[in-house]
């Protein structure tokens, strides 16, 4: 099944993110993973891809799975940064053979030591989705920063990029992850404003280690709210009672996403089924819409 197809709809949707161990590593802990999220019946679940190459093979392998043992639709994530177009176009053909129709089109972070962009590399998200779009028949998503993207100085930018992006044949976007729903909110009248009518799925990460996510904020320009700053500071050095503090935060904000009219919620799950299913339990009603 298509993501957009799902998007298109008012109703609530969960998806979840997996990503693949790395080369070498033990496959059946990622099975024991995807089959404990595919029991919380999320309606996609989102499969990482190494941005050097290294995990792409089991990229698609995990989306594969996905979608043939657990029977939900899969969105493959695919990089292009460190790829060739005639990489890129052997792995669209090993997807359409098979059956992955879902791909969250990236370029990827620039590698340190590389000399890109050689000529035969791609330079931006877009040039990769027009491929995509020109080999099949996929449904492609796109990513956004709501704060803005790194490497861009100006949030004007990004957008005008951003809606250039979305017009080489985006489907829909999906949400850098953001800890203050009024960014989010500001970032959907910029890009309402820009006439980029795509669905845009919001990227809530559950946070259970304050030092992991500070340092993940401070690479991706994500700011940190007083309000969660306090309570990372607070139990930083308190395990259990950050992963407690992790789960009512998102929660909270999903449930005030929700209720402003953003239906569709991306969880990065961090392999982390025990979260995942933790947050899904808070919200069981909400996102089943229930009648209570
Ligand atoms: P682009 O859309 O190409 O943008 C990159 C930069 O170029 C931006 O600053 C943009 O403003 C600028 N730009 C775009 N077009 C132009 C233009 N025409 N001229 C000048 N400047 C331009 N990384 C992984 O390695 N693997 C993953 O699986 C992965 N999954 C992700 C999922 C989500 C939801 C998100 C939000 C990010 C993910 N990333 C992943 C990280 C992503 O690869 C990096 O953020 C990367 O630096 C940018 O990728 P992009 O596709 O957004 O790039």
């Keep these: 099944m298509k993501i957009k197809e799902l998007l298109q709809s008012d109703r609530v949707t969960v998806s979840c ?49 996905i979608q043939n043992t657990y029977h939900i639709p899969a ?18 053909d090993k997807m359409k053979e098979n059956g992955i129709e879902n791909i969250l089109a990236l370029r990827g972070d620039i590698p340190q030591d590389s000399d890109f962009p050689s000529p035969v590399q791609y330079h931006y998200a877009s040039e990769l989705i027009q491929d995509i779009k020109a080999q099949g028949d996929f449904c492609i998503g796109g990513a956004c920063y709501p704060e803005g993207h790194v490497e861009c100085e100006h949030k004007e930018d990004d957008i005008d990029f951003l809606k250039r992006k979305v017009d080489c044949g985006c489907d829909f976007l999906t949400t850098q992850m953001f800890f203050d729903n009024n960014v989010l909110y500001h970032f959907l009248y910029r890009v309402l404003s820009k006439k980029i009518n795509v669905p845009i799925v919001a ?19 994500t700011a940190l709210p007083p309000r969660f700053k306090a309570i990372a500071d607070k139990f930083s050095d308190k395990p259990k009672a950050m992963k407690q503090a992790g789960i009512a935060y998102a929660t909270e904000q999903i449930i005030d996403l929700i209720s402003n009219g953003v239906n569709h919620i991306h969880l990065y799950t961090m392999n982390n089924p025990e979260i995942a299913a933790e947050i899904m339990g808070n919200l069981s009603a909400i996102i089943r819409d229930e009648e209570v």
Excluded: W
């Design 17 to 65: 993110e997996i990503f693949p161990p790395k080369a070498g590593a033990d496959i059946s802990r990622i099975d024991a993973i995807v089959q404990k999220i595919a029991a919380l019946h999320p309606n996609f679940i989102s499969v990482t891809y190494g941005a050097g190459g290294s995990t792409s093979k089991r990229t698609l392998e995990i989306a594969t799975k």
């Design 75 to 92: 969105l493959a994530h695919l990089t292009c940064v460190s790829s060739t177009k005639e990489d890129i176009s052997s792995m669209l």
């Design 203 to 221: 990227g809530v990460m559950p946070v259970i280690n304050s030092r992991q996510i500070k340092r993940s904020c401070e690479l991706s320009g």
